[in-house]
């Protein structure tokens, strides 16, 4: 196996022994990479085995269809007026970008390899940054970081204010109207909704199992262990196909990344991008920048005092509920 995490690795001996492989396997590893690429689960992607079938779309929404929303209709009145529904309620069935309902897509890139016209197939979803603007801007505490690098959205404590969304360098999180605490407490106001996006089925790994889109694909084409591990096979895998690598730097390193055999650059100017479809172009560090820093510093104890305030209405709630 040498350094590699393979998928049934993953699965005999869970995270755990992951990290002590990857620990073990790299002499110095320790000492020379930061402690994000010790803890810190990421996924290799090799766009070049990806047959573009689905499988790992189809397997995304068994596995997470039950925390998908389920809004209350009709939608109290947005105030302001200027603040848009999103629905998509009745768009379950979208496949080609991401959606509340649909977390994962495929993306189609039409290329020149060695004067060969190849159909690119791309599997995208959130990129799980190793640094998330999207957990350190949210003002409510909503989105959080796992320790072992996953962020996720707390549908418990989201307000859909989309601030996860303007700071993301991706446009992951997708918002739903209609459903989350707005409805009790804030009925006019706030977000409106709830936002969503991949979780990285971190109840599954929590439970030793892969996530769905890994489990399902039968070309292997993704690969999970410690970053530090991931990175080192990404670097083989780009000199074995003399390819690109994608994830590494990217707003400061992310826990996805892809490998390719085509630049990047050219890969993004042949994807369709938009509303909920990410691009593939350069993306710079957003937690570096000063301004950034200062506003994720204001928020962090706001976030705090937020999230504990809507965790004690819940528990409130719940229990008037049960009664
Ligand atoms: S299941 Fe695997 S091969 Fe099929 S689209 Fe997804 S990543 Fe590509
Ligand atoms: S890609 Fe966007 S949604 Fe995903 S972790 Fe990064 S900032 Fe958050
Ligand atoms: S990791 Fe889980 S939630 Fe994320 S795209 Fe894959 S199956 Fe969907």
């Not at 020379?32 to 079938?53: M, N, W, Y």
């Not at 379950?92 to 060695?114: C, F, G, K, M």
Request: a neutral charge; proline letters at 7%.
């Amino acid at each position: 196996m040498g350094q590699d995490i393979s998928r049934r690795a993953f699965l005999k001996g869970g995270f755990a022994a992951a990290a002590g492989v990857a620990a073990g396997s790299i002499p110095g590893a320790a000492a020379a990479v930061g402690p994000e690429e010790q803890t810190q689960l990421a996924t290799l992607l090799d766009i070049s085995k990806c047959i573009g079938c689905g499988a790992c779309v189809e397997a995304c929404t068994e596995t997470n269809a039950r925390k998908y929303p389920n809004p209350k209709k009709p939608f109290p009145k947005m105030v302001p007026a200027r603040a848009r529904v999103s629905d998509w309620s009745d768009k379950q069935d979208v496949t080609e970008r991401l959606t509340p309902y649909n977390w994962l897509y495929i993306q189609h890139a039409s290329v020149d390899i060695n004067g060969e016209e190849t159909e690119l197939t791309i599997p995208r979803r959130c990129m799980h940054c190793v640094n998330p603007p999207c957990v350190k801007l949210c003002p409510w505490g909503a989105a959080k970081q796992l320790e072992n690098g996953i962020s996720r959205i707390d549908p418990e404590i989201c307000l859909g204010g989309s601030k996860c969304n303007a700071v993301c360098p991706w446009d992951i999180p997708q918002r739903q109207t209609g459903v989350g605490l707005y409805l009790d407490i804030l009925p006019n106001f706030a977000g409106n909704g709830v936002m969503f996006k991949c979780d990285r089925c971190y109840d599954q790994i929590e439970a030793g199992q892969l996530p769905a889109c890994i489990e399902a694909c039968p070309e292997d084409v993704q690969t999970i262990g410690p970053r530090a591990d991931i990175i080192k096979q990404a670097h083989k895998l780009a000199r074995e196909i003399n390819g690109y690598i994608y994830g590494e730097t990217e707003n400061g390193g992310t826990n996805t990344v892809y490998v390719s055999p085509v630049p990047f650059e050219e890969l993004d100017v042949a994807i369709e991008k938009g509303k909920g479809k990410p691009h593939l172009a350069a993306a710079s560090d957003r937690m570096a920048d000063a301004n950034t820093l200062a506003a994720a510093m204001v928020i962090a104890p706001l976030a705090g005092i937020a999230a504990a305030a809507r965790k004690i209405y819940n528990y409130t709630r719940k229990s008037k509920e049960r009664a």
